[in-house]
């Protein structure tokens, strides 16, 4: 995968989201704010969870985060 990729970096967030390194976690979840505004996050979200060859955090982070969203932007009470 080209690391200079959309994907990848949202996929690099994703790990660095589940990290136990609070610095790397808040850096993460700062970047997937910004970028859930974005045309085509969520769909990257759904191929981070389905991709196996992905990491275990990862996928379930993708998971948490589309969740998430659907609370936030598509439910009917939602604030946006």
Request: cysteine-free; hydrophobic content about 40%; glycine content about 4%.
């Amino acid at each position: 995968m080209d690391t200079t990729s959309p994907q990848f970096m949202v996929y690099q967030a994703l790990q660095w989201a589940s990290s136990q390194n609070t610095d790397l976690m808040k850096q993460a979840e700062q970047k997937l704010a910004e970028w859930e505004i974005q045309r085509g996050f969520f769909t990257t979200l759904v191929n981070a969870f389905l991709d196996h060859s992905l990491d275990g955090n990862v996928r379930w982070m993708a998971a948490v985060y589309f969740k998430n969203g659907i609370n936030k932007f598509w439910r009917r009470n939602s604030q946006q």
